[in-house]
């Protein structure tokens, strides 16, 4: 285990005994000799999206630079305490030259150079956490070490990870992507290694709310169960929406430090390329459910405009634990997926701290999103400062999202009950169905968009597609009991000895087996959703993107060798199919291998 350290950024030492009270954009403040003699506590932190820089298209860097540098000049100028944060994606995930190569740029040397001049350009200190894109050297290096190596010496960086003190018990944290060639499924996945979760977690135990700590995280994609707005189309269907997504046991491990560890105050993240324009661009805590719109956003106690935590003891009500995650947008016109171009500042002292937009858009325009004030060490208030700004006219980045409710609250409209026989009844499926449950054995499944879905059963954050809407939309769906009865238990341990009687209760209780089922209303076909050997249900379908290229590569080579050997003017006239393995049947013996309706006739 690495030694825990914290590097600490100094103010300039206090000259006069006292310093009068001020006032943080609506935050109040009373700074003291001895709370100025080591490290004062108001502080400044930029903190910059998905950078994708290309050096074909340089002006917005520059213009988005030109916003920040006043508002850091200004925070050096009254207490020092200033720190500049990348979410990574550091660079463009193409060609920068495709008339020469087809060599991707970002996770290349040239890459990370470029980035490191721009980030050290602003006139503070920066640390970099690792995106998704920033060990996509493929052709430059071998192995992720390799590539993570060269990105580490690039940023003078020790780790992929950092803890630096920015304020008087105050610290700024990252964690940083280390897998992309070696990515079990799609290398898109952000994941944090173990051994940065192990030494996270110490820190946080080490760094107790109940003694003033105060911790800001940053990483590339957000956690499981930070309720951010998603894209369906591109991460959820994918599973690369949360960090170390496709790994169960580690996907949760994060949202479960929040609840625990009280002094993990806000959770800094992109990967989305969305906009701040929508309040759940910003989410805690509150009944388990997502936040609606606050109408006037008034500073006062009505649920929408305020987002509370509660005091530990009356847990375990605020599942998101004493914590504010925030998404960040992007600086390049072209990498944001909803037209957006702007970055995030957080303004704090000891009292609270304020989430801030920079609008890349109208000249760096400060706008205030949030105030969050402490009330106490382990819980806090906050205000948003408007109204979701995107509310009316981006229908289509609306999100639905399942709500559990909680003692005082009913789930949601949507939530599908069991009837008297244990099934829950078949009904149609359109593209605007929504409806979620809990199947026996704990997972949560639903529609979203026409989809099946499934979702992580503690936080409901969506997990990944189990049945896409081409296949699912216009017909029924259903679950029914699948498991033993008695009788048929008792046929199969009546024989075996020191099984005689066996009482079957436990697999057609309350665990009991069942089957999602599919029917096709016009040809009678149904179809039984299987669940993955793992107990889940979304498919892990997108692979390692070495694997796919080499895939490719393959199925080029064998056009071409087709084409040769069969004399076709176009190898693009071969026809040429994949089969992958391994294969999965419900038979004892494998026979056969072939793949019905590809390589073998249909079996319907």
């Given amino acids: 285990m690495k030694l825990l350290y914290c590097q600490a950024i100094l103010a300039p030492l206090a000259t006069k005994a006292f310093t009068p009270t001020t006032r943080l954009n609506g935050i109040s403040t009373a700074r003291s000799a001895e709370a100025t003699s080591t490290m004062g506590d ?34 050096k100028s009254k207490h020092g305490n200033v720190a500049l944060v990348s979410l990574g994606d550091l660079g463009e995930s193409k060609s920068v030259r495709p008339e020469e190569t087809s060599e991707l740029f970002a996770g290349t040397t040239e890459c990370h150079e470029m980035a490191a001049e721009f980030l050290g350009s602003f006139g503070v200190d920066y640390d970099v956490v690792g995106g998704n894109h920033d060990l996509e050297g493929l052709d430059e290096f071998e192995t992720d070490k390799e590539n993570l190596e060269m990105y580490l010496r690039t940023h003078k960086k020790e780790s992929p990870h950092f803890c630096k003190q920015v304020a008087d018990k105050t610290l700024l944290v990252g964690l940083g992507s280390t897998v992309f060639r070696d990515a079990v499924f799609t290398s898109h996945e952000v994941t944090i290694d173990q051994e940065q979760i192990d030494w996270f977690e110490n820190l946080v135990k080490t760094h107790k709310a109940e003694e003033g700590w105060k911790i800001f995280v940053f990483t590339h994609a957000p956690p499981n169960g930070s309720g951010l707005r998603v894209l369906q189309e591109n991460h959820v269907v994918n599973g690369c929406c949360w960090l170390n997504h496709s790994n169960e046991k580690q996907c949760k491990k994060f949202i479960e430090l929040v609840r625990e560890h009280r002094s993990i105050k806000a959770w800094f993240s992109g990967h989305f390329h969305l906009g701040q324009d929508y309040q759940d661009s910003i989410t805690v805590s509150f009944s388990g459910c997502a ?41 390049r016109s072209g990498t944001s997926r909803d037209g957006r171009q702007q970055s995030r500042l957080i303004r704090g002292n000891k009292d609270g701290f304020e989430i801030c937009t920079v609008d890349h858009q109208k000249d760096g325009k400060i706008r205030l999103d949030a105030t969050i004030s402490y009330r106490g060490d382990t819980n806090e208030v906050g205000v948003y400062a408007h109204d979701d700004e995107s509310y009316d006219h981006d ?55 026409g989809n099946l879905i499934e979702y992580d059963s503690s936080t409901l954050a969506p997990l990944g597609l189990v049945v896409g809407a081409d296949e699912l939309v216009g017909k029924k769906i259903g679950v029914i009991n699948s498991g033993l009865d008695a009788d048929t238990c008792q046929i199969m341990f009546e024989d075996m000895e020191g099984m005689e009687g066996l009482d079957c209760a436990g697999l057609a209780g309350d665990l009991r087996e069942q089957a999602v089922v599919l029917l096709d209303k016009e040809t009678g076909l149904v179809t039984v959703v299987q669940p993955n050997e793992d107990g889940s249900y979304w498919r892990k379908i997108v692979r390692n993107k070495m694997v796919r290229m080499k895939e490719v590569r393959r199925v080029k080579a064998a056009k071409a060798w087709a084409a040769e050997l069969m004399g076709l003017e176009d190898e693009n006239e071969a026809k040429v199919v994949s089969s992958w393995g391994p294969y999965v049947t419900t038979s004892g013996t494998a026979k056969k291998t072939s793949v019905p309706g590809l390589t073998a006739p249909s079996a319907l």
């Avoid at 400044?44 to 988005?64: F, I, N, Q, S, W």
């Avoid at 109408?295 to 405009?305: A, I, L, V």
């Fill in 42 to 75: 108001e502080f400044v932190v930029g903190v910059l999206g998905d950078l994708h820089m290309d050096p074909r298209k340089m002006e917005d860097y520059a213009t988005g630079r030109s916003h920040f540098l006043p508002i850091f000049d200004e925070a």
């Fill in 395 to 449: 229908k289509y980045f609306k999100v639905y999202a399942p709500c559990a409710g909680d003692k005082l609250h009913p789930p949601d409209d949507g939530f599908k009950r069991y009837n008297s026989d244990g099934n829950i009844e078949p009904f149609d499926i359109e593209m605007d169905t929504i409806a979620w449950w809990y199947l026996s054995c704990g997972r949560a499944l639903g529609m979203l968009n």
């Fill in 291 to 331: 936040l609606a719109s606050g109408g006037d956003g008034s500073n006062k106690d009505t649920f929408g405009s305020h987002f509370p935590t509660i005091d530990p003891k009356d847990g375990p009500y605020p599942n998101r634990g004493s914590c504010v995650f925030a998404q960040t947008s992007v600086m």
